[in-house]
């Protein structure tokens, strides 16, 4: 899913908004070395901080004493002085940013995360399930990860043989959102990185007009109509769908994730 691109091989003009999640506090400071001899760089600083910022919480020290300096190690930053150019120095704390909420998810950053930590970050923040999430976060996730869901009675989720262990078996991590006796299974996969096609014109013909079959291609989780004889336990992952009114969930929006330095 990543560039195959080495950290040493990266500097700051080859840094953009998707592989500076790539790199850590440490390699921002090495790109710094030597960049005042740059004259590039020096006339667009501007545009390299601005790039370092989408991934990292960068703070500069205008008191770098012992004390302050300690004060934001405690918090994870990580600090060093940079030479801006020959007159002039300053002194950085940096810290990449934390993605612990679903409203820290980028287009930029998704797909530079696992399905391991897509997991957490969906877990920390859960509570309603898929549909409570905003379209606009479905659609970054989606953006990096194939995702399905089911929502069956508990003591029917994990079947032998049934969709839950098809899941796994094929690589994909789990969520399960509790929902009174029910759950509903959360399930996420990394996409494979797709080639783009090359763009291809050719004149339209009848064919492009003829409507499309939405249900042509979908697999065996499909809802299907349920007989007149039946009962509990007949409910499976393949003939079993449900929709629940969920409210939001309050913590969820909460808090605020934005760092602070309390100057005392």
């Known amino acids: 899913m990543k560039e195959e691109t080495t950290k040493k091989a990266l500097s700051l003009k080859m840094l953009t908004k998707s592989n500076v999640w790539d790199v850590q506090e440490n390699d921002i400071f090495r790109m710094w070395e030597g960049a005042d001899k740059d004259s590039e760089i020096r006339e667009n600083i501007r545009r390299y901080v601005d790039i370092i910022k989408t991934a990292f919480l960068v703070e500069e020290l205008k008191d ?8 934001y190690e405690k918090m994870g930053y990580k600090i060093a002085t940079i030479k801006v150019d020959e007159n002039m120095k300053i002194t950085w704390a940096i810290k990449k940013r934390p993605i612990m909420r679903v409203s820290d998810l980028t287009y930029e ?3 530079h995360i696992s399905a391991a930590k897509l997991v957490e970050v969906l877990e920390r923040n859960f509570g309603g399930g898929w549909d409570s999430l905003p379209q606009s976060i479905q ?3 989606e953006s990096g990860f194939e995702i399905s869901t089911t929502t069956l009675p508990q003591n029917r989720l994990h079947k032998p043989g049934g969709m839950y262990d098809r899941k796994v078996a094929d690589g994909f991590d789990v969520l399960e959102v509790p929902k009174g006796t029910w759950v509903e299974a959360i399930f996420v996969k990394v996409k494979p990185q797709m080639e783009k096609p090359r763009l291809q014109l050719q004149p339209k013909t009848d064919e492009d007009d003829l409507p499309i079959d939405d249900y042509k291609n979908h ?3 499909d809802e299907i109509e349920e007989p007149s004889d039946f009962s509990d ?3 499976t992952e393949d003939n079993y769908r ?7 969930d309050p ?3 909460a808090e605020d994730l934005e760092d602070y330095v309390d100057e005392e």
Do not use: Y
Not at 64 to 71: C, E, V, Y
């Open 139 to 141: 659609d970054i996730i």
């Open 242 to 248: 449900t929709t629940f009114s969920i409210e939001a």
């Open 233 to 235: 336990d007949d409910i």
């Open 251 to 253: 913590d969820a929006e």
């Open 64 to 71: 770098d004493t012992k004390l302050m300096k300690g004060k």
């Open 109 to 111: 950053n998704i797909t």
């Open 219 to 221: 697999d065996d989780d």
